[in-house]
């Protein structure tokens, strides 16, 4: 088995694409199809099937593919040890993200610090994200909330309350905030249900025994503050990611306290990978000093 056909193998499985893999590794697809074929001919295996114009890993591919990733992990942990040496220098730091809003000052704080460093960031719902860090994709995520799991370390950086809006013809628009009882049967655009900010503030108002409409569901911040300027309902966010816009009117809920959480979340096998340390030590300096960090905090509690 060569590495270039391994190499190949584990492109298409990342993407179930031949066309995608061979745009990646700058080279042709009968390139990627004749690795591939090769490998499978050499040991008498499938490794793909194909239904239709889509492509799917066998059991045989999927067990590979699972090797294939802690192998491709560690040749690039090799290569940032050996980019230690020359002092951190050159590498690239692969960060996953739930949203920008988080992330940011960890990221400006690590590029100042290792400037000739690359980093590419994914953005994407906490599902995914959590899944390209277990599957070696990232080096890295910042999450909201974090299941207990041997495989991970956890660290709480930030917490930002929830606060509500309105769009600028509503009712509660001239106030300074509200109570959580007037948020009975309003009329609510909502994050989808398994979103941190809908959990967080669904257990808030089942707790203080009110019932708001939700009248939409929209997976997209952006989505859901147009929908409430247009004065399709309410909305709920962090407020940190709250933008000022002249159309909608920012509500702190004054009775209740609902907070969301951002944590630095790494695999704990590569919590001495050199680049997940040098973020990790940035991260340090950017904690306040009273604040653990080998504690887990849920991301739906309240204080």
């Not at 911040?221 to 909608?248: H, L, N, T, Y």
Request: proline share 5%; with cysteine; glycine share 6%.
């Amino acid at each position: 088995m060569r590495h270039t056909q391994l190499r190949s193998f584990h492109a298409v499985a990342q993407r179930l694409s031949f066309t995608a893999a061979a745009r990646e590794l700058g080279v042709s697809q009968p390139t990627i199809t004749t690795q591939v074929k090769s490998l499978e001919q050499e040991f008498g295996v499938e490794l793909f099937v194909r239904r239709g114009r889509r492509i799917e890993l066998t059991e045989t591919g999927a067990g590979l593919l699972e090797i294939a990733r802690r192998l491709f992990a560690d040749e690039k942990e090799a290569a940032d040890y050996l980019n230690e040496t020359r002092g951190l220098r050159t590498g690239h730091l692969r960060v996953g993200a739930v949203g920008p809003y988080h992330v940011t000052d960890m990221l400006a704080a690590f590029n100042a610090r290792h400037p000739g460093l690359y980093v590419s960031v994914t953005v994407g719902n906490s599902r995914d994200t959590l899944r390209d860090l277990l599957d070696y994709r990232t080096d890295v995520a910042v999450l909201a909330h974090v299941d207990p799991d041997p495989r991970l370390v956890a660290i709480p950086y930030r917490r930002h309350r929830v606060i509500a809006f309105c769009p600028i013809d509503h009712p509660f628009a001239q106030r300074r905030s509200i109570r959580a009882r007037d948020m009975e049967g309003q009329r609510l655009v909502v994050r989808e249900a398994g979103s941190t900010t809908r959990r967080a503030f669904d257990q808030a108002m089942r707790e203080a025994d009110v019932r708001p409409k939700v009248v939409m569901e929209i997976g997209s911040r952006e989505s859901i503050r147009e929908a409430v300027a247009k004065g399709i309902g309410m909305g709920v966010v962090s407020e940190a990611e709250f933008i000022p816009d002249p159309r909608i009117r920012k509500l702190p809920i004054a009775d209740t306290e609902i907070y969301t959480y951002a944590h630095v979340v790494h695999l704990k096998e590569r919590q001495k990978a050199r680049l997940v340390h040098a973020f990790l030590q940035v991260l340090a300096g950017l904690l306040p000093v009273s604040s653990p960090s080998s504690r887990r905090r849920p991301s739906n509690s309240r204080r």
